[in-house]
């Protein structure tokens, strides 16, 4: 493989999972890992994405601009937060996520409605306080630099006192039968407390993360009530999911 078609399957990787790790890619690619090193060393000096330890992330998910261009398949994820916010009623309780689909959801929220919005995310967070019907909650705990969301045992255990109608999540890899799915272990760790404090959780994604997964499981795919895609609902690309007590829009 030329090193311009690896760099661009590095690029298509982080863009759609928001975060890799270079041992992953490494291995999908079957090359060395300080070959793939040497490649997001490259790519973060030319602005296309961000090198971390041990890994890489999409510019669109490391901004911290609330009005973000680089968000990947923005178009597709505005039309999932539009379907979610069919689900939103005055005087509701919801739990807000991380990450650029939530964020679009977040933009989304009419100012006229009246809610009480729980989040762990700082972005999400400040871009709800425009909204002046919103009450906003900060779940607290240890920041992460990368996802700019509280985690650790203090964020579990502030969702532990609380319950709320909906919680709208995110999640880097779904499958049918396997569930959700991260590499981050600290994340699973805090979408698997959100998920218990929710009366009901809905899974927003875009499509092109159905039918994969990852080391570290968040959840059985039952525990979600509602999934939410750019397709529409009778896609065949969501026939699987239907096998399940899903609900899909």
């Known amino acids: 493989m030329l090193k311009e078609e690896r760099q661009q399957t590095i ?40 090198r971390v330890h041990g890994g890489a992330i999409s510019l669109g998910f490391t901004s911290n601009s609330t009005k973000n261009s680089n968000v990947y398949k923005q178009k597709e ?44 995310s700082l972005p999400v967070a400040m871009e709800l306080l425009t909204k002046p019907n919103i009450t906003v909650i900060i779940v607290g705990g240890q920041v992460s630099g990368e996802s700019q969301t509280a985690i650790g045992a203090n964020a579990i255990h502030n969702l532990a006192e ?15 039968h396997y569930g959700l799915t991260e590499f981050d272990w600290d994340i699973v760790q805090v979408k698997k407390a959100v998920i218990k404090c929710s009366k009901k959780t809905v899974l927003l994604s875009i499509s092109e993360k159905l039918n994969s997964q990852h080391r570290y499981k968040t959840c059985d795919i039952n525990a979600i009530n509602t999934l939410i895609t750019e397709l529409e609902p009778e896609n065949n690309l969501l026939n699987s999911f239907r096998n399940h007590d899903i609900r899909i829009l």
Do not use: Q, W
């Open 11 to 50: 690029l298509n990787e982080v863009e759609l999972h928001n975060r890799v790790l270079l041992t992953d890619i490494a291995e999908t690619l079957d090359v060395s890992v300080d070959t793939i090193r040497r490649d997001v060393k490259e790519l973060d000096a030319e602005n296309k994405l961000r």
């Open 162 to 176: 609380i319950k709320v109608d909906f919680s709208f999540i995110g999640t880097g890899y779904v499958d049918s």
């Open 77 to 120: 994820k505005i039309l999932i937060a539009e379907k979610a916010l069919s689900l939103l009623k005055d005087g509701g309780v919801i739990f807000l996520d991380g990450g650029t689909t939530c964020m679009e959801l977040a933009h989304l929220i009419p100012s006229s409605i009246e809610l009480t919005c729980f989040t762990h």
